[in-house]
């Protein structure tokens, strides 16, 4: 089993495990540490229900909008409203680089734990090789490591911190990274438009702060093989604290579940597809008409699994509120107060994903005793 000392560990409060050396050790249980209370257990099984109660899980799909549709803003605003998560089809990336992408990150998780460990994150920027988000002594772990990095605004890049193995990552990352980027642009006018109230279609993309300066990051995710995939998560329930993000899944094995009222829905991936989802930031920014949602990953005994989201997210010194144009007091106050997003995710950098607290906790206040208003939602 490989572990950073505290000293190597730069920040972290513990020597870091990871969990791909857990993985390969032969162990037939999982330590404590990524024990899972009851109450927050997958329930795996080979059958799917469709009567789910609290906590049950179905086996379904979220919507489907094809990009290259008339009608694709009006299907990505009734997806976002509906379900916070859609999959994108005819979205424009070439199915060959979506595989050359996917496979090059395999392959870094395959090499030596030394090449590795070159790379090894810390709590200040995540950027690297790591194995926990969150910096409490003792917390809960996810079972998975992963790999984060800053593609935009240029001046957050560090070609130190972008892997020089396998030869071609740096060169299909950032390639891929540019095409998905230019996705989101399109999805943001989409988003815009869909809304119906008059925005100009590029309304949503000037509150994150332009094209040129919302930031763009990678998190790359290798859930290994679990020998105990009831007892433990791949990442916990949250939502995203950014503004999109845009989800590349394996092509081989199931493992994201959305929070759908009192169900977890395993989605079921189209092939070539990318998973969207609304983050934080949107759920602000449209004052709550489109909202982020609980999202988890289970993990699987006998196959990995890799995915890789990217993450559009606004200028981080901009302070984010809801627009102008979709607040009417007193019908419709606004329901959040302004904060800038360096601040907003150092929630979960210190926390790590704790579902919907974070955006919850931004909820503006409602009014006094003395006003005779009522705060309609109090998230």
């Known amino acids: 089993m490989s572990e950073t000392s505290p000293a190597a560990a730069g920040g ?32 795996i099984s080979s059958e799917s229900s469709t009567d789910a109660g609290d906590d049950d899980e179905i086996t379904n799909n979220i919507p489907v909008v094809d990009m290259s549709s008339a009608a694709a803003a009006t299907a990505v605003a009734e997806a976002c409203r509906e379900w916070g998560f859609f999959q994108a089809v005819n979205h424009g990336v070439s199915p060959e680089l979506l595989r050359r992408a996917r496979g090059v990150w395999r392959e870094f998780f395959h090499q030596p734990m030394e090449v590795k460990q070159m790379y090894a994150n810390a709590p200040a920027t995540y950027e690297g090789y790591g194995s926990r988000l969150g910096v409490h002594k003792g917390a809960l772990l996810d079972w998975g490591d992963y790999y984060f990095l800053h593609v935009r605004p240029p001046h957050l890049l560090s070609p130190d911190k972008w892997p020089h193995l396998p030869p071609h990552l740096r060169e299909a990352t950032m390639r891929y990274s540019e095409e998905v980027r230019r996705l989101c642009e399109r999805l943001m006018t989409a988003m815009a438009v869909g809304l119906g109230v008059g925005l100009g279609e590029g309304r949503l993309q000037e ?100 995915s890789m989201a990217l993450f559009y997210n606004p200028k981080s010194d901009l302070p984010v509120a809801p627009l ?39 909820a503006a206040k409602p009014p006094s005793a003395d006003d005779d208003a009522h705060h309609p939602c109090r998230q």
Request: glycine share 8%.
């Open 12 to 43: 972290w409060p513990e020597p870091v495990v990871r969990v791909q050396a857990l993985s390969e050790s032969g162990a037939t249980t999982i330590p404590a540490r990524y024990v899972r209370p009851e109450t927050e257990r997958p329930l």
């Open 207 to 306: 509150a994150f702060g332009g094209a040129e300066g919302a930031g763009v990051c990678l998190r790359v995710n290798y859930y290994p093989r679990c020998p105990q995939p009831e007892l433990t998560l791949g990442l916990s329930s949250h939502s995203d604290p950014g503004g999109l993000t845009v989800l590349l899944v394996d092509d081989r094995v199931k493992g994201l579940q959305v929070r759908r009222g009192g169900a977890w829905v395993t989605v079921d991936p189209i092939p070539d597809a990318f998973i969207v989802n609304v983050g934080d930031q949107i759920q602000v920014v449209t004052n709550a008409a489109y909202r982020s949602v609980e999202h988890r990953v289970v993990v699987n005994a006998a196959e990995e699994r890799l």
């Open 324 to 362: 102008p144009e979709l607040v009417s007091p007193p019908e419709r106050p606004p329901l959040y107060t302004a904060m800038t997003f360096d601040d907003y995710r150092l929630y979960i950098r210190r926390n790590g994903p704790r579902g919907k607290t974070q955006v919850d906790h931004l």
